[in-house]
């Protein structure tokens, strides 16, 4: 039986966590995921190659053998290598791309990426025709999150890198975008689970247990449901504060309070992480993000009211749900 995400208004869970404001929307297609100027040719895929061949390589064994190559284009490609300031690249332009290709222009001394690895990441985009920027990420907003998993063409384009490293990439352009030019910086690696300090239990809330990996068992309590939400802080994180309509990372999991059952859960889907807007969610949802600093760790029991009650055709629309979230980053949402 198929239910329904806690993404309300998106059901689509994008296993690559890239939050990126209008400017750089087109970051998407070098995420593998589809947009409007995307084209076949011009979206890398888990499995393509500078030549367009397939391989066989599994990124869960071999991160390196799964990044994108080197190739010309990108070698005639100068990278400034001051990683504490935001690159600038040399060409001569219109530069020709006819694949995607990858270089590491500094190698940082940093953690190594690992499969699964959550990474902090820094972009810059030039037009590859002009030599024009048409924008950042992480320099004058927000920087993206990602998760180096075999699905995203983002993945293979920083994957076997190091902290502190800066890697260019070029994608070639299609009838209705440019070729372009990508630098990213790869800033650090976030947690994927909560890192808060615990907090004492609260009588009467579901009791949560972690394994050594942080995912978590809930314990129904006996007795009826509440009828409004309940929250309890089970770690109380030390980053930033979710505000109101900002972009979350999170790991969460979801069990009905009528049987235990589980009905979602990231930590079911190789405990990568999903990103989503607070406003894309139940209410009850989003009243355990809302309020909270990142490295928290949110417990919430949600009535039907403030879940799928809206919905008589869901079926948790008669449920309380039993929410425990890891919120891993926010971003704040975009101003117009």
């Given at each position: 039986?198929?239910?329904?995400?806690?993404?309300?208004?998106?059901?689509?869970?994008?296993?690559?966590?890239?939050?990126?404001?209008?400017?750089?929307?087109?970051?998407?297609?070098?995420?593998?995921?589809?947009?409007?100027?995307?084209?076949?040719?011009?979206?890398?895929?888990a499995t393509s190659t500078p030549g367009g061949d397939s391989t066989a390589v599994d990124p869960t064994t071999d991160l390196c053998g799964a990044a994108y190559e080197s190739g010309p284009a990108i070698e005639?490609?100068?990278?400034?290598?001051?990683?504490?300031?935001?690159?600038?690249?040399?060409?001569?332009?219109?530069?020709?791309?006819?694949?995607?290709?990858?270089?590491?222009?500094?190698?940082?001394?940093?953690?190594?990426?690992?499969?699964?690895?959550?990474?902090?990441?820094?972009?810059?985009?030039?037009?590859?025709?002009?030599?024009?920027?048409?924008?950042?990420?992480?320099?004058?907003?927000?920087?993206?999150?990602?998760?180096?998993?075999?699905?995203?063409?983002?993945?293979?384009?920083?994957?076997?890198?190091?902290?502190?490293?800066?890697?260019?990439?070029?994608?070639?352009?299609?009838?209705?975008?440019?070729?372009?030019?990508?630098?990213?910086?790869?800033?650090?690696?976030?947690?994927?689970?909560?890192?808060?300090?615990?907090?004492?239990?609260?009588?009467?809330?579901?009791?949560?247990?972690?394994?050594?990996?942080?995912?978590?068992?809930?314990?129904?309590?006996?007795?009826?449901?509440?009828?409004?939400?309940?929250?309890?802080?089970?770690?109380?994180?030390?980053?930033?504060?979710?505000?109101?309509?900002?972009?979350?990372?999170?790991?969460?999991?979801?069990?009905?309070?009528?049987?235990?059952t589980e009905f979602d859960s990231s930590w079911s889907r190789g405990a990568v992480p999903s990103s989503f807007p607070t406003t894309g969610v139940v209410d009850g949802f989003k009243q355990a993000l809302e309020?909270?600093?990142?490295?928290?760790?949110?417990?919430?029991?949600?009535?039907?009211?403030?879940?799928?009650?809206?919905?008589?055709?869901?079926?948790?629309?008669?449920?309380?749900?039993?929410?425990?979230?890891?919120?891993?980053?926010?971003?704040?949402?975009?101003?117009?």
């Open positions: 039986m198929v239910v329904p995400s806690v993404l309300q208004r998106n059901p689509v869970r994008a296993r690559l966590s890239l939050i990126a404001p209008a400017l750089l929307i087109s970051a998407l297609a070098l995420a593998g995921c589809s947009t409007p100027a995307a084209s076949p040719s011009s979206s890398p895929s005639a490609v100068t990278v400034d290598t001051d990683t504490t300031k935001e690159p600038t690249v040399t060409f001569t332009a219109p530069l020709e791309v006819a694949a995607i290709e990858r270089t590491v222009t500094v190698e940082g001394d940093g953690e190594k990426l690992e499969y699964g690895s959550l990474a902090d990441v820094k972009q810059t985009i030039f037009d590859a025709e002009t030599g024009e920027k048409v924008g950042d990420m992480g320099w004058t907003n927000a920087g993206a999150l990602t998760s180096i998993v075999a699905e995203t063409g983002m993945a293979q384009a920083i994957s076997c890198a190091t902290v502190g490293s800066r890697i260019a990439v070029t994608t070639p352009g299609s009838a209705d975008r440019p070729a372009y030019i990508w630098i990213f910086d790869i800033a650090g690696v976030t947690p994927s689970a909560a890192w808060g300090t615990e907090q004492p239990a609260v009588d009467g809330m579901p009791v949560v247990t972690l394994a050594e990996d942080g995912t978590p068992s809930v314990t129904v309590p006996e007795g009826d449901a509440p009828t409004e939400v309940e929250l309890a802080t089970l770690k109380k994180g030390d980053g930033a504060v979710v505000q109101p309509g900002d972009s979350v990372t999170v790991q969460y999991m979801g069990i009905k309070w009528s049987d235990g309020g909270y600093a990142v490295g928290s760790q949110v417990l919430v029991v949600v009535p039907p009211a403030f879940g799928y009650g809206a919905d008589p055709t869901s079926a948790l629309a008669k449920e309380t749900l039993i929410f425990v979230v890891d919120i891993l980053a926010t971003t704040p949402a975009a101003t117009q």
